[in-house]
């Protein structure tokens, strides 16, 4: 079921003939009937495959590494260490894509030369003439290893006596919040609650594992094909290997799917090495097990809430610490951490606040993107307190929030005042409606409602100056051609454009030709990451194709003898708006057009809002485009005797802005819960001593098929975005306040409250039994 | 490696007994074909027994019904005699992986994979099950509970394969059923299994039972002090309160990342209790 809202703050007259649509996909057809090509389907004459040799311990020096024998066994064409890379064996793992400032530098090692520092760390890479080959000579390499002690805790990192991993002290980012006056604050409250939330590590366990062929062409030039997120590694390719960013190209075919797992390069370097080495193409496809190794996983992260509240329900202050593991190595910890800064208050105006976060190096697995990016964590914790202090003044845990909501024209917690529409309320009231009577315990099944709502950044960060190019082009025959490097990562990126293209120029969707992801060949568009490529891409798409319609309702008010603005486009045809008897099909108006040489295409480029960074010391200024609001609700059952948590209902309501495509939010919103339902339930990475123990499908546990609830999406549109047509972003949003829900509801159910995800029926069960010890008790 | 698939029971067993290196069979490979892919084994020789007829059939016998060892999951769960008349047997073979493996998967290899966390294999303990095998000496028939030795180990002799599970007859108003405990709905490893098989007299009380465990031991338990309680009563609410506790009691599982011990030992009784209720359903009618 969906509903559009109609709150009269949304834009009134908006007449869309495509946008906003329940139309399928553009990329739907090849994918149903299995002819999409993807990264590894790719076959090329003389092709070598590919193994990587990891590190099977998280702490110690390598004493030596001998691959001697390995290099000897017939077949195996290159084999490389640190000591065959360039002298900085090093590869940027900062923010990628088409950013102009604001990256911290970040580096990594591209092979593990005096010491390993994190379990998975690749040390040697191996091309040969099958992947059996190359695992062979991939067993004949001898690492003579010396164990070290490893610190393995982010407070532990943070000791005097911590061994050091990253920097001079492991601390990899840090950011602080000084708002108003924290102490007034707390003296103006009637309660005050402090609770402490932790999280854990979430794998992305996208589709697809890591895939990607590369090789030299006639001109020297270096080819990637590989499924990422980010086209625009080319340049830290290029630069890993010392070469001319224009000798290295990077093409991304479908991707299926990437969560932020393929945000950050993941294989793309060790195969442009191996094919350069060995001169011919190179292939590697990641095994499900080396997958889980391959890129980071979500950061664990431990939220302290301090909160003052009246007994009314106003927030008077919040102090807040959170900290996060970032493994070994920075990679994008630092911005994941200023996200989570910036959502550590939800969709919450608190005035009296102060926030200290920490990111500290640990030699457990390097953490990195995932869907959420630090917000989802900052929600999870933000929201179970706010059912907390509800719950301690005795207030409604909805008019607790609605006391407090942040409103167009206020202050987030980094005072960046929100102009865009915020629907938070509405979003919630309808979430929680949409869940009906809570059903009566039975013999052993007691059930719980859950509400969360959030507020999530779409695009990037300000300061990082992010841009994206498009290109439309009119053909001589009416067709439509769009040419944008956005890497389609399975959300319908492809698609959105053709729908976006067509709504202003008048031409169905179906029969547009969108070429991405290949940035050499198509106007380089930025990454599929930060919920930014339908905002940032469809922005650009929009504005060509608007250079494109103003060019040609140039020429056609010459000859329909009337003024630009009294034109439109609309089914395939132009006409005049008062009167569309007077009209002509696209294809003569192409036609027409290219014989009185009018300029048909148009190469756009969008700029997000800039700003010059946040203040050191108050952590206040601009740090996101724009934000999006709504709310999810979720009913669960739990079986008292075992623990076990059923999630029956899941309800996502969203201001999109404007939806492009209905299906294509639906997906988001269907798929979102089922990802929040395992990170809330059961989803865990377990490391000991930075070892991960269980990398694989059948230990890691993912909702399957048979765990999907009743899932509603109610689609909210106050068309006050920065995105094509007002939308918002949703990919991310959509996704953050899921797993609070349900934790959320667990609450309700059980009548108390577990701290620490995921709720495992163990955990769930030995909470019952204490809450029945302690009521005993009293 | 050699792959052979026969067509005959004889020639499977010759292939067995005159293998040089490590043999193994292959039924439906849902756990073989998973353990070659990551290289957990590495066998000289592996016998496909799909292509034998006789090992595809579900045969009535005496009442009660013999099944092939290379009968699917799926198939049996089609059998509605079966079904009827062990209707625990099935919902605990219908539990192994999901949908796609049904179609391969079968209660034979399910037992011989030896492992104690594997769904069919309480249910057959409590259904009393014995499993045929023809080795290079003949035929012998034995309790299912005999043919896992301890995890991954097998009483079988070499040459030595299980053709069948004999599914015995039972009398009127019995029932049986088979709960298990994951985190999730399908696609897991059991923490706790546990079967019960209940038979009634007119009056509907119990006058016989057999209780099952499986992944709180290093074989699949059948827990007597269990059946015991429950006989004489109608299991009321202390009879199978005594059963859960007696459950929890022979209870002897490892901690691990699918769960402690004190979760497995409290779960089982849960369980335990849970099947008994089901089982006691089913024989009422």
């Known amino acids: 079921m969906n509903q559009v809202d109609t709150s009269p703050n949304a834009i009134p007259n908006v007449n869309l003939r495509q946008v906003g649509k329940n139309k399928p996909r553009n990329d739907s057809p090849t994918k149903v009937y299995g002819k999409a090509i993807y990264a590894g389907d790719l076959i090329m004459d003389d092709m070598l495959f590919a193994k990587v040799l990891h590190s099977d311990r998280a702490c110690a020096d390598i004493k030596s590494i001998d691959v001697s024998v390995a290099k000897t066994l017939p077949g195996v064409h290159s084999v490389l260490t640190a000591d065959d890379l360039p002298a900085t064996n090093a590869v940027m793992t900062d923010m990628p894509g088409q950013v102009g400032g604001g990256t911290k530098n970040t580096k990594q090692p591209i092979l593990a030369k005096e010491r390993v520092r994190f379990y998975g760390e690749p040390i040697a890479l191996v091309a040969a003439e099958s992947y059996e080959l190359a695992q062979r000579a991939l067993d004949l390499i001898v690492v003579d290893y010396e164990d070290t002690e490893g610190v393995y805790d982010a ?45 854990q590590y979430q794998e992305q366990a996208f589709l697809e594992p890591e895939a990607a062929v590369a090789w030299v062409d006639e001109h020297d030039i270096l080819n990637i094909r590989s499924s990422t ?62 997958s889980f190794i391959s890129h980071g996983p979500r950061h664990p992260f431990t939220i302290t809430h301090k909160t003052g509240v009246t007994k009314d329900g106003k927030i008077t202050a919040a102090k807040i610490t959170l900290t996060s593991d970032a493994g070994a190595y920075a990679k994008l910890s630092p911005y994941i951490l200023l996200y989570a800064t910036v959502g550590a208050t939800g969709p919450y105006r608190v005035d009296n606040l102060w926030i200290d976060s920490t990111s500290a190096a640990t030699n457990n697995l390097p953490t990195c993107a995932y869907r959420g990016f630090g917000t989802m964590q900052a929600t999870t914790a933000c929201e179970a307190q706010m059912e907390e202090l509800s719950k301690l003044i005795g207030l409604d845990s909805l008019e607790f929030r609605r006391k407090n909501f942040i409103q167009t024209g206020d202050p987030n917690a980094t005072g960046q005042i929100i102009r865009s529409a915020v629907w938070s309320d509405q979003c919630a009231t309808k979430a929680r409606e949409a869940l009906g009577d809570k059903p009566k315990s039975t013999e052993h099944t007691v059930y719980g409602h859950g509400l969360a709502c959030y507020q999530q950044s779409y695009g990037r960060i300000r300061w990082m100056k992010d841009t994206s190019e498009s290109w439309v082009g009119l053909e001589m025959d009416g067709t439509l051609i769009v040419r944008c490097a956005v890497t389609d990562i399975g959300a319908g990126q492809m698609s959105a454009l053709a729908q976006i293209a067509g709504e202003v120029l008048g031409v169905p969707m179906e029969e547009i030709t969108v070429y991405f992801g290949d940035g050499h060949v198509n106007p380089l568009a930025g990454t599929s990451t930060a919920s930014r490529a339908l905002y940032m891409t469809g922005k650009a798409t929009e504005l060509a194709a608007k250079n494109v319609r103003n060019n040609l309702f140039e020429c056609m008010a010459e000859y329909f003898d009337v003024r630009p603005e009294e034109l439109d486009l609309g089914d395939s045809k132009v006409f005049v708006q008062d009167n569309p008897e007077r009209c002509m ?50 009913t669960v059952a739990v079986d008292t005797d075992t623990g076990e948590v059923t999630v029956i209902k899941s309800v996502g309501a969203h201001d999109v802005g404007q939806s492009i495509n209905r299906q294509a939010v639906e997906g988001q919103i269907e798929g979102s819960a089922l990802m929040g339902q395992g990170f809330a339930l059961s989803e865990e990475l377990i490391l000991e001593k930075g070892v991960l123990k269980n990398g694989s499908f059948s230990e890691y546990l993912i909702p399957t098929s048979e765990d999907v609830p009743e899932i509603e999406s109610i689609i909210l549109e106050s068309r006050s975005g920065l995105g094509p047509f007002g939308s918002k972003g949703i990919g991310e949003p959509v996704f953050s306040p899921v797993a609070a829900s349900i934790v959320n509801a667990v609450a309700d159910a059980i009548g108390t409250r577990i701290h620490h995800l995921p709720l495992t029926p163990e955990k769930v069960l030995t909470a019952i039994n204490e809450e029945k010890t302690k009521e005993a008790a009293e | 490696m050699q792959y052979e698939a026969p067509q005959t029971l004889d020639a499977a067993v010759a292939l067995l ?29 592996v016998v496909d027994i799909k292509r034998i007829d006789e090992l595809k059939k579900i045969t009535a016998e005496d009442g009660g019904y013999r099944i092939g060892a290379a009968v699917s999951g799926a198939e049996l769960g089609e059998h509605e005699g079966v079904r009827a008349l062990w209707p625990g047997v099935v919902e605990a073979t219908e539990l192994i992986g999901s949908t796609q493996v049904q179609g391969r998967a079968t209660m034979a290899g399910n037992l011989c994979n030896a492992s104690p966390a594997a769904d069919s294999v309480p249910a057959m303990v409590a259904a009393d099950a014995t499993a045929r095998i023809v080795g290079p000496d003949g035929v012998r028939d034995t309790s299912v509970r005999d043919v896992a030795t301890g995890p991954g180990q097998t009483s079988l002799g070499r040459g030595e394969i299980v053709v069948s599970i004999f599914l015995p007859a ?116």
């Open chain 2, 17 to 45: 007994a005159d293998a040089r290196g490590a043999a193994r069979v292959l039924a439906g490979g849902t756990d073989l074909l998973v353990q070659l892919r990551s290289g957990a084994i590495e066998p000289d020789l």
């Open chain 2, 170 to 285: 039972r009398p009127a108003r019995s029932g049986d059923a088979y709960l298990r405990f994951i985190p999730r709905t399908e696609m897991d490893i059991a923490v706790v299994g546990a079967a019960v098989s209940v038979s009634l007299d007119d009056e509907g009380t119990c006058v016989a039972a057999r209780v099952s465990l499986g992944a709180v031991a290093a074989r699949v338990l059948l827990v007597d002090e269990g059946a015991r309680v429950l006989i004489g009563t109608k299991l009321d609410d202390d009879a199978l309160q005594a059963l859960a506790a007696a459950a929890s009691a022979a209870c002897s599982p490892i901690n691990d990342k699918r769960g402690t011990i004190e979760f497995r030992t409290d779960v089982a009784g849960v369980l335990a209790r849970r099947a008994a209720q089901t089982a006691f359903e089913r024989a009422k009618g």
């Open chain 1, 229 to 290: 997120q980010v086209v625009e590694h080319f340049r830290a390719v290029a630069d890993a290997l010392g070469m001319p960013h224009n000798k290295v190209h990077l093409q991304a075919p479908y991707v299926g799917g990437g969560f932020g797992g393929k945000e950050v390069m993941t294989i793309e370097v060790w195969l442009a090495l191996l094919a350069m080495d060995a001169q011919r193409p190179v292939k590697l496809k990641q095994t499900r097990e080396n």
């Open chain 1, 155 to 199: 407070f532990d990192a943070q000791k005097p006596d911590a061994p050091i991993v990253y920097g001079n002290d492991n601390i990899v980012a840090a950011y602080k919040v000084r708002k108003g006056d924290i102490e007034k604050g707390f003296q103006e409250a009637d309660f005050v609650l402090e609770n402490t939330y932790s999280s």
């Open chain 1, 585 to 634: 099909s696209v294809k003569d108006m192409a036609k027409h057009c290219a014989a009185q040489g009018v300029h048909r295409h148009s190469l756009e480029i969008y700029r997000a809002p800039p700003s010059e960074g946040l203040d050191p010391e108050t952590g206040q200024g601009e740090v996101f485009p724009d934000f999006t609001y709504g709310a999810h609700a979720a």
